[in-house]
């Protein structure tokens, strides 16, 4: 029986510091409708699959013994305190996978991811234990952001879609797949229509799901897929034939200049993924219930991404790094936590504990793996298409209302980074820009982000005070409306 939690409190745990561990069984509960949806996020954790046979060279067998190592990662966030559902660094993916492909192939392309994702661990880490993550985003001018994240949405269409590549092999799968998936994800025609239509409300929260399965059936109705599976139901890899494989105690460490040229990646690969720790915490901002106060903290959450790089890193290396957020199925667990209350779900830790978990077990059903394998150069493609288009919409985001020099360097940045990858694109894109802009542009551009991040700041702050006067409130028997609190928050 789970500890219970006091109306308005915080969710049982044991404090470490800025750490809250919590024990399944002990201090959350597990969701039922959440087991559904973590066997469902098993599906898409394959998605790395052609990037692991193909780009590292490593035998199906050893490639699916990482996705399971990788996934198993993510109970760290529920273990450690985080009430989101975590992911990849998916953006960032294509542009690793194009410098990894630039290097011999074998063991040198594993001690290069090993470089980035060890460099991009300790970022993570020092940031959040400095706090000076937000100090770093503010000095990082957005014409920039905005030409590094539209560089990587290009990059991962790019790459998927060249010549000869799966949409050429499976075109049918690929272009079913996608199509499913523009339509639930991104369809005006659909989307304005889910929020009167609960069957189309469900289908657009797993809207990757959809896709993944309508791509699974008409690639072996169409013979672009050959399944081929043993019979086995459940499995374990051979973890120790991975580690032998991939671990850098075992095939060595880079050079110092790998290291070295690895830095760019790392500080690209951060830049992409901090706009996932401001939607992390607006989304929990924006479920808040009254019978439970969900603790966000940045900082945390750095560290946490910074540890589960670092162990990857060390033991079993992976292309799309470790990111804070896994957006639809993060989504569609704040949408039920807040729509269902405390009977349908009585901690936000419930149901993110629950479907990381179930993400895990769910990896161990044999026949998902294999049919996994056998369609994993076709789902690598929706996976970067859908990424090219959300980078797109967050690079465009970024520079609604800036000037039309701001959007030239963006779009050249982006150019740098498709032409020559991080390594050169990075120091390229600084150096253009402080070529371009002249001082007063500099501190222009440093003085709005400042002025983004005090309205971020201010924002988080009052939302935290309302929480703060609406537990008081309810604990005196007092009534407060939204009115009252905007106005005592002031």
């Known amino acids: 029986m789970a500890l219970k939690r006091e109306y308005g409190g915080i969710q049982p745990c044991i404090r470490a510091g800025i750490f809250r561990i919590r024990i399944p069984f002990i201090h959350f509960k597990i969701s039922p409708p959440e ?62 996978v194009l410098f990894l492909e630039t290097l011999p192939e074998g063991v040198a392309r594993l001690q290069a991811l090993t470089a980035i994702q060890l460099e991009l661990g300790l970022l993570f880490i020092i940031l959040g234990f400095t706090g000076l993550s937000k100090k770093l985003n503010t000095l990082v001018p957005p014409a920039l952001k905005a030409g590094i994240v539209l560089g990587a949405g290009i990059n991962a269409v790019v790459s998927r879609l060249k010549e000869g590549g799966a949409t050429d092999t499976m075109t049918i799968a690929c272009i079913c797949g996608l199509v499913v998936v523009c339509l639930f994800m991104f369809s005006q025609r659909v989307r304005n229509k889910m929020n009167s239509n609960k069957v189309l409300s469900f289908m657009g929260n797993y809207s990757f799901l959809w896709a993944v399965i309508v791509l699974f059936l008409v690639g072996g109705l169409s013979g672009e897929v050959q399944y081929n599976f043993s019979g086995e139901i459940f499995k374990v890899p051979d973890f120790m034939g991975l580690f032998m494989a991939v671990c850098p105690f075992f095939i060595g460490f880079a050079e110092p200049s790998v290291w070295l040229m690895a830095l760019p990646y790392a500080l690209t690969a951060w830049i992409i993924a901090y706009g996932d720790f401001v939607t992390v915490q607006e989304l929990g901002m924006s479920s808040v219930r009254e019978d439970e106060h969900i603790e966000f903290d940045a900082n945390r959450t750095n560290v946490i991404c910074g540890i589960r790089n670092v162990i990857l890193a060390l033991f079993a290396p992976y292309p799309a790094l470790a990111g804070p ?18 009977e349908g779900m009585d901690s936000i830790y419930d149901g993110s504990g629950t479907n990381l978990i179930f993400t895990v077990v769910g990896l161990f059903i044999f026949p998902l793996y294999e049919a996994s394998l056998a369609a994993s150069a076709a789902l690598l493609v929706v996976i970067l298409v859908v990424q090219g288009w959300a980078c797109a919409t967050i690079a465009f985001g970024l520079m609604e209302g800036r000037e039309v020099l701001d959007k030239g360097i963006a779009g050249m940045c982006a150019g740098f980074f498709v032409a020559r990858g991080a390594q050169i694109a990075l120091p390229a894109a600084i150096a ?24 971020e700041d201010e924002e988080t702050a009052r939302q935290l005070e309302a929480l703060r006067i609406r537990m008081e409130a309810l604990k005196s028997g007092a009534i407060v409306d939204d009115e009252d609190l905007q106005k005592e928050g002031k």
């Open 35 to 96: 087991i559904v949806t973590g066997l469902m996020n098993a599906c898409t954790s394959y998605g790395a699959l052609a990037v692991l046979i193909t780009t590292l060279g490593l035998d199906p067998e050893v490639a699916w013994a990482l996705v399971v190592f990788e996934t198993a990662m993510y109970t760290l966030n529920w273990l450690l305190g985080e009430p989101s559902i975590c992911g990849w660094i998916t953006p960032a993916m294509a542009i690793m």
């Open 325 to 342: 957020l896994s957006a639809p199925y993060c989504i569609a667990t704040y949408a039920r936590y807040k729509q269902d209350g405390r």
């Open 432 to 455: 253009f820009y402080l070529i371009i802009a002249n001082n007063q542009k500099i501190r222009e551009d440093y003085a709005w982000n400042k002025d983004h991040q005090r309205i």
